[in-house]
């Protein structure tokens, strides 16, 4: 099993930065990547960005591609998501989650969340 702990969520005004953290521990040998989601207050569970181990490639939400910058730490299980300029639309929890799918993407397990809350 994998087990994910996020970090580095927070108020900041509308323009802001924030850089959120995700550390992988336990079964690591079985993660191709990892991911972010978000989950607003009355919405469903949305896909942020995720990175590829092998590849090193990454993928956005429109939503966010251009703001927000998905990266691992060099040879850990580790991933920064940057968030630059951000809006009030973008307040939400973030969950962090594992990729194990060797080939298609499969999100195995996930983090306990992160608040992320800009003001207007």
């Known amino acids: 099993q994998v087990q994910l702990v996020e970090s580095g969520g927070g108020l900041v005004q509308t323009g802001g930065s924030l850089r959120l953290s995700c550390a992988a521990s336990g079964r690591t040998f079985s993660i191709y990547g990892l991911g972010w989601f978000r989950q607003a207050p009355g919405k469903e569970r949305e896909f942020v960005a995720r990175i590829r181990w092998n590849t090193g490639r990454t993928y956005y939400a429109n939503s966010v591609k251009g703001r927000f910058t998905i990266s691992r730490v060099n040879g850990l299980n580790t991933v920064y998501l940057q968030l630059n300029s951000l809006k009030p639309e973008d307040t939400a929890v973030y969950y962090c989650?594992?990729?194990?799918?060797?080939?298609?993407?499969?999100?195995?397990?996930w983090g306990q969340g992160t608040q992320v809350t800009v003001s207007s």
């Open positions: 989650a594992a990729d194990e799918g060797q080939v298609l993407v499969l999100w195995t397990s």
